[in-house]
């Protein structure tokens, strides 16, 4: 017997063994129920993602200016009351910048720099104002906005109560439907799930646009699912 007709054989043995195996595990009566839940709640807090990218003739040049930007929206940001511990500046990235034509090497333009900064917004009213103050300083791209809710964690345990509660419904609709009673729960199977967090806008920023009212209406959507095997008198 050839090493390829042995494998095939193995890998089927294995596929017909594993089902029986499982259906031993469980040989009593039993209800297999999955709960789930979704809350719609409102946003309050916003995280934004922003960033300077520039071009200058020599790297020190470019590193200086994207500095500047984002050291003055940081001052910035402080004075409007955003505490340091909201603000997360990244390193910078500096790339040099080249003009290719053909039949010619490669002549060096300049050199690009940027760095990106997140930032933690408690208050979702005062999200326009400072944006406008990021572009003010320098700032020339919006990456993303992304909506949150300053009590995701109660919601998120009411998520999985609601989820919890659900298979319990289900179950008990199951069993009476069949003609049968519950005698306990045999396993619970639980993957927590994080909240989906809608992202507003993702744009380079630009002369001119309208956020100041779009940003109210956001919800956040809180997810949880729990699967449940009972035991059948």
């Given at each position: 017997?050839n090493k390829t007709?042995?494998?095939?054989?193995?890998?089927?043995?294995?596929?017909?063994?594993?089902p029986l195996?499982?259906?031993?595990?469980?040989?009593?009566?039993h209800?297999e129920t999955?709960?789930?839940s979704?809350l719609?709640?409102a946003?309050?807090m916003?995280?934004?993602n922003v960033?300077?990218?520039?071009?200058?003739?020599?790297?020190?040049?470019?590193?200086?200016t994207?500095d500047?930007?984002?050291?003055?929206?940081?001052?910035?940001?402080?004075?409007?009351?955003i505490s340091r511990?909201k603000i997360?500046?990244?390193?910078?990235n500096l790339?040099?910048q080249?003009h290719?034509?053909?039949d010619?090497?490669?002549?060096?333009?300049?050199?690009s720099?940027?760095?990106?900064?997140?930032v933690?917004?408690?208050?979702?009213?005062?999200l326009n104002?400072?944006?406008d103050?990021a572009?003010?300083?320098?700032?020339?791209?919006?990456?993303?906005?992304v909506?949150?809710?300053?009590?995701e964690?109660?919601?998120?345990?009411?998520?999985?109560?609601?989820?919890i509660?659900d298979?319990?419904?289900k179950a008990?609709?199951?069993?009476?439907?069949?003609?049968e009673?519950?005698?306990?729960?045999?396993?619970?199977?639980?993957?927590?799930?994080?909240?989906?967090?809608p992202?507003m806008l993702r744009?380079n920023?630009?002369?001119?646009?309208?956020?100041?009212?779009?940003?109210?209406?956001?919800?956040?959507?809180?997810?949880?699912k729990?699967?449940?095997?009972?035991?059948?008198?």
């Amino acid at each position: 017997m050839n090493k390829t007709l042995l494998a095939a054989l193995v890998s089927s043995s294995l596929i017909f063994i594993s089902p029986l195996a499982q259906a031993a595990e469980l040989s009593f009566p039993h209800l297999e129920t999955m709960g789930s839940s979704q809350l719609e709640v409102a946003a309050d807090m916003a995280e934004i993602n922003v960033e300077v990218t520039v071009k200058e003739k020599t790297a020190k040049a470019a590193k200086d200016t994207s500095d500047q930007a984002v050291a003055k929206f940081i001052a910035r940001l402080k004075q409007a009351g955003i505490s340091r511990d909201k603000i997360q500046s990244a390193n910078l990235n500096l790339q040099p910048q080249y003009h290719y034509q053909k039949d010619k090497p490669a002549e060096l333009t300049g050199y690009s720099a940027s760095r990106r900064l997140v930032v933690t917004i408690d208050d979702l009213s005062r999200l326009n104002e400072i944006l406008d103050s990021a572009l003010e300083e320098g700032i020339n791209r919006i990456n993303s906005i992304v909506l949150k809710t300053s009590k995701e964690e109660e919601y998120i345990d009411k998520a999985r109560l609601a989820a919890i509660k659900d298979a319990q419904q289900k179950a008990k609709k199951l069993a009476e439907g069949f003609g049968e009673k519950i005698k306990g729960i045999w396993e619970i199977r639980y993957l927590s799930q994080r909240p989906v967090q809608p992202v507003m806008l993702r744009m380079n920023a630009g002369p001119s646009y309208d956020v100041a009212e779009s940003y109210q209406e956001g919800q956040v959507s809180i997810r949880d699912k729990v699967e449940v095997i009972y035991r059948l008198k």
